[in-house]
Structure formats: structure tokens, C-alpha cells
């Protein structure tokens, strides 16, 4: 069998998308699932880890089922995702320790606030490219280290994995098998939070 497609799996912040392209390029197939938006308080958005992979697969699944075209025809696959978007998951039963923090939360604004008045934006610029704000992940992985009950003790003991959508999705999609990211979203979340 000719592996002559491509598939993109787009995991967006309202539904995940899958989508088969030709060799030149043209859509053969795409799917959309939506999923829940969750808004714990004011200002403050999360996803269901396991919603937002039930809905990439439930899309795949039926990009295969009407389109006829066969797994096995696939070439290559790539993901696009929410990228500032972040989780952390038990590495060897893949349970999220909490729901995903989306990017457009701001429940780290007072922390990176604290971070500017002690000098740091400059630094954090400096280090990463990046302003100093909730929109990106480092807070966020923070905040999960410093509010769920348990998971800094495990972070540090090397029980918990950390990532962005597309490394939960590629862990998920390959049993456990590969913790990994594209450059482009590994370089988001890398924001120093400790003076050295």
C-alpha cells in the first residue's frame, strides 16, 4: 500500500479537528468534535484533558469511517495546537493532575505582577523572548505545583510529565511511548520562575 497522505490533527480551544490531505494538498476529509469549555470563577478557563483527547479521536475515527481511506495510506502526521495551553499527568497511570489551563486564563496575573515588582521582567525577556504574563505557560505550570494537593512532592521525585496539548496528545496517541514537542511550542513554556 502507497503511504501517499497526510493527516493534521488541529486541537484547538473549542473542538479538536482532524484532516487528511492529499498529495497536492487538497482536504480529502476533516471532522470536528467540540468539547467543554470549563470557567472555574471569573477569569479563570480549563479543559478536561481527557475531553479534549476523546475529541481528536472521536474526530479521527470518523474521518476514516466515511472516507474509506485507510489507515495505513497515511505518510505522516502533524499536530497544531493550543500552545500555550498547558497540563501535567502522572507519568506511569497518564492521570491529569488537574484539568488543562488554557491560554486565555489569567488566574497567574497576580503572580507575574509579583514577578515585575521584584525585577524580574527584564531577566525573563532577556532569558526567553517572552513578556512577563499570565498568557504564557510557566505560570501556570507553577500554579499547579503550588495548588494541587501532592504534585510538587511528585514533580520532584520525577512521577509527574509536563507539557503543552501536543505532547499530552502524542503521549496519549502513542501508549505512554513518546514525551515530546515541537520546537516551536517548547520554547513557550520555558520561563525561569526562581532568581538565580
Partial sequence: MTRDLLLAFDQGTTSSRTIIFGVNGEILAQESREFA?????????????GELLGSLVESAKAVFGYSGITPGRIAAIGISNQRETVLLWD?????PVHNAIVWQ??????????????????KIREKTGL???AYFSATKIRWILDNVPGARARAETGQLLC??????????LTAGKVHATDYTN???PRLRLRQE
Fill in 163 to 172: 507539557g503543552t496539548i501536543d505532547t499530552w496528545l502524542l503521549w496519549n
Fill in 105 to 122: 486564563c489569567r488566574r497567574t496575573a497576580p503572580q507575574c505582577e509579583e514577578l515585575k515588582k521584584a525585577g524580574l521582567a527584564d
Fill in 91 to 95: 507519568k506511569k497511570t497518564g492521570e
Fill in 37 to 49: 469549555q470549563i470557567y472555574p470563577q471569573e477569569g479563570w478557563v480549563e479543559h478536561n484533558p
Fill in 186 to 188: 517548547a520554547c513557550r
Fill in 131 to 133: 513578556v512577563l504574563d
